[in-house]
């Protein structure tokens, strides 16, 4: 039988609230830490290292995967986490891989050994649908929103159609080949890409011309929208940055998300747009906040290597990582949630226990228990010596201004210090 | 006994004088307070622990917040054990002589004595000097009680008064005279004071004024040992010689109750998980300060005040006073009194009240060459910041 309660806020009848709450704060702290556990599982299937992923729009617990040896598999890992079927057709390595927005179409695009070139449209009866060849090695495709249409990276940027077999449009800036390729979520039309000369550049398709490109120091090998503010897009650097760019304002980075310790290989947002996860070849998988210059989580085992590829699940509560050893690991986004079907009273105490570590965050003893992370020694070290190096570059740049005529240096800010220069 | 239908639950004996009773964190455990030794017994009389650590005690508090079984003890000292885990957590002497007066605060958890000396005592397990020390009394103190928000107590003495503190202000806020042997405050903040076969009650009339309620009389002859309210319910509860009476105090108790802080409809297996989640927020001893609400502030910036001149100059002048009227003059032989031998005492006095003062003021920028340091300082203050360094070796 359900008892009614009795509410009485006196109070002189809750007495030592604020010890009480502390308390329980620090247990949920410390609760948190023990139901973090958010590795859920590993997919096998390839024989090579896994190079790209899609998200299947038509399924939330789907992924497409294409790696090094030119096989696509379909992952679904609802039961056994199997390989539900395979995409014949590629020669080489599967260097990109897209769906288009109906869920219909997959795209996949590689460079085979010979760089010959072949760009594989499949429906989902497993069979190629259609079959094309370019003169050039392919790096990346995605897939413009709502439409036919599509955009491949390789020597060029090339726009196609699902039914025409040679692009419909060609854009090139320098002779430098593109590495990656995203289409705008908000605005269709627009497209960012990044090159190996170290470039970021933004094409219109109505202008059939680029109109903007920032140099930066490093090369730029991933770039991704933010889905709920698409003005932002974050890119994935060489450097082991992250930066937030403003497409507006290309001449300083919103935000640099610093803690990966390699190159960041890829990064995904998660669709509430509020953060993102990256994957890097320090073996190690980090989620940032959308404007936190520090990671939020940082995910790894022993077993996994160099990731080259991650994607965040189209619920925002699973992180999926591929890696140079050959598997797809699945993450929980939050590493201590709970899975499965939540009571309401646990929700609620899921709920009080959140706001307990919110109100208390700033205590020393709660945000001890709450920030540690275990990391791996080779990236323990690595981080060691990288503050190291920054200290010491500080230490410098800060005595060159000492003994340098006041105003003839000026220091610029860590967000304007990687950018070479803007282009338009 | 169960004082809904007034039956008694279990009856056993000890054999042993019982000088104190308290319930444990719920109605299936209680520790007694017997002639050497603690026991805890449960429901059924069945005795589950015993204590040896705090021999022959006196009278006994339960922190519920805290698991804190705190009694004190013949040899006047104060002990607190965690009855969770058995850990002695602390063992204070009290230095002012063995005392069954004892209260704790409901608002922090700290522990107040009453002394045969006049004086309240407040103490916490983490230190081992009381907080607060109040001489409350002339004579002994008697009885002792809390007001549920914390801000008043309550204390009787043997100097026939019984008074009211506020302990915002430490100010006896009413005086009542007569005697008490027992005292206690009900949940709504009614006073309820007996003394031989009578019972007072006094109310808050408003603004802390207190004012006589209720009066009630048992029977002559028999003496009242304690006087305690029933929480929740108004019902005063009078232990007294020839057994147990209770009576109507209209308004005493609160009428509202918090099922999650004391549920009457309690099931057993509701009062087990309350149990299990009473240990897991069970507040370490830490927490009991006099100010709860200080728990996760940040502590503010001690800053040392600095006298200003107007200040050193008045105590200067204070202590040229006091010197001069200090100044004893014996009365010597005749020649040997002079009035310029005792004018030149004087003005050495003077002189000798005015020197620390003087060299106080003279060390800050006092010595030549730490005025011409500061000097170059300033100057280097204005050069760029890999000159300064220069400035400073050419001063040494």
């Known amino acids: ?424 | 006994m169960d004082v809904l239908n007034l039956e008694s639950v279990k009856e056993f004996q000890v054999r042993e004088r019982v000088r104190d009773v308290v319930f444990l964190q719920n109605d299936q455990l209680y520790a007694v307070a017997q002639k050497k030794y603690t026991y805890v017994y449960n429901r059924h009389g069945t005795e589950i622990h015993c204590l040896k650590e705090n021999r022959q005690p006196l009278k006994l508090e339960f922190l519920e917040k805290h698991f804190l079984l705190v009694g004190t003890n013949n040899f006047s000292q104060l002990h607190y054990q965690d009855i969770s885990t058995g850990q002695v957590v602390a063992n204070y002497r009290t230095g002012l002589g063995p005392t069954s007066v004892m209260c704790s605060n409901p608002y922090n958890s700290v522990i107040s004595l009453g002394h045969s000396g006049g004086k309240l005592t407040m103490w916490k397990p983490t230190s081992g000097k009381p907080l607060i020390t109040m001489l409350c009394h002339q004579g002994p103190i008697t009885a002792l009680a809390y007001h549920p928000s914390g801000n008043l107590v309550a204390t009787a003495g043997l100097d026939k008064k019984i008074k009211i503190w506020d302990l915002r202000k430490f100010e006896a806020i009413h005086s009542i005279q007569g005697h008490a042997q027992t005292l206690d405050f009900s949940q709504k903040g009614l006073l309820a004071l007996a003394n031989g076969s009578r019972v007072q009650v006094w109310r808050d009339k408003g603004g802390q004024d207190f004012g006589l309620y209720m009066t009630h009389g048992i029977a002559k002859g028999y003496q009242i040992g304690t006087a305690k309210f029933r929480p929740y319910e108004d019902v005063l509860g009078l232990g007294h010689s020839m057994g147990f009476s209770s009576i109507l105090i209209p308004g005493s108790g609160e009428p509202n109750f918090d099922s999650w802080v004391a549920n009457p409809y309690e099931t057993s297996k509701q009062r087990s998980k309350k149990e299990v989640h009473a240990l897991l927020d069970k507040l370490p001893p830490e927490s009991i300060m006099l100010d709860p609400s200080s728990i996760g502030m940040v502590r503010e910036r001690q800053r040392k005040e600095k006298p200003t001149k107007k200040d050193i100059e008045q105590q200067l002048e204070t202590a040229v006073q006091e010197a001069k009227s200090n100044v004893v003059i014996k009365k010597k032989t005749k020649g040997r009194n002079k009035p310029s031998k005792i004018a030149k005492r004087k003005e050495e006095e003077v002189f000798n009240a005015k020197r620390p003062f003087l060299e106080k003021q003279r060390d800050p920028e006092g010595a030549p060459q730490e005025k011409k340091r500061k000097v170059l300082l300033e100057v280097a203050e204005d050069l760029p910041k890999s000159l300064q360094r220069f400035v400073k070796k050419k001063s040494v």
């Open chain 1, 1 to 424: 039988m359900e008892q009614k309660v009795f509410r009485n806020y006196d109070p002189n009848l809750h007495t030592q609230e604020k010890a009480v709450e502390y308390t329980r704060a620090l247990n949920a702290a410390k609760l948190e830490k023990i139901f973090a556990r958010p590795f859920v599982g590993a997919m096998d299937g390839h024989i090579d290292a896994i190079s790209c992923m899609a998200k299947n729009p038509n399924h939330l617990k789907s992924v497409f995967s294409g790696s090094m040896d030119g096989a696509v598999l379909n992952f679904l890992w609802k039961k056994n986490r199997k390989t539900v079927c395979q995409f014949p057709g590629h020669q080489g390595a599967v260097r990109g891989l897209t769906s288009s927005t109906n869920g219909e179409v997959l795209i996949s695009c590689g460079t085979d050994c010979t760089f010959l070139l072949q760009l594989i449209l499949l429906l989902f009866v497993f069979q190629p649908l259609a079959v094309y060849t370019w003169k050039h090695a392919f790096w990346g495709v995605d897939h413009q929103w709502d439409t036919s249409i599509f955009a491949t990276a390789g020597a060029q940027v090339d726009i196609w159609d699902h039914n025409r077999s040679e692009p419909i449009s060609t854009f090139q800036w320098g002779n430098d080949s593109v590495i990656s390729v995203r289409f705008n979520p908000g605005e269709p039309n627009l497209l960012a890409t990044s090159s190996s000369d170290r470039g970021i550049i933004l094409y219109d398709l109505r202008t059939s011309s680029p109109f903007k490109k920032v140099i930066m120091q490093t090369k730029t090998n991933s770039i991704c929208w933010n889905p709920m503010e698409p003005i932002n897009f974050t890119v994935a650097n060489e450097d082991c940055n992250c930066y937030t760019f403003d497409a507006r304002k290309l001449d300083e980075a919103k935000v640099v998300h610093r803690d990966h310790v390699s190159a960041v290989m890829d990064v995904d947002y998660s669709p509430t747009g509020r953060e993102f996860v990256t994957g890097s070849y320090d073996r190690t998988v980090r989620i940032f906040n959308h404007n936190g210059d520090h990671s939020r989580e940082i995910y790894h085992t022993k077993r996994m290597q160099r990731v080259f590829s991650v994607r965040y699940s189209c619920d925002a509560s699973y992180v999926i990582s591929g890696s140079d050893d050959t598997n797809l690991r699945i993450w929980k986004s939050k590493a201590s949630e709970q899975l499965g079907v939540i009571l309401p009273r646990e929700k609620k105490k899921h709920e009080y226990n959140d706001a307990l570590k919110a109100r208390f965050k700033h205590l020393p003893e709660i945000r001890r228990i709450v920030k540690h992370r275990h990391l791996p020694k080779p990236v323990y070290k690595a981080a060691i010596m990288r503050r190291t190096v920054t200290e010491a570059d500080n230490r410098k740049e800060e005595r060159r201004q000492a003994h340098s005529a006041p105003g003839s240096s000026s220091r610029k800010p860590f967000r304007k210090r990687r950018i070479i220069k803007e282009e338009s």
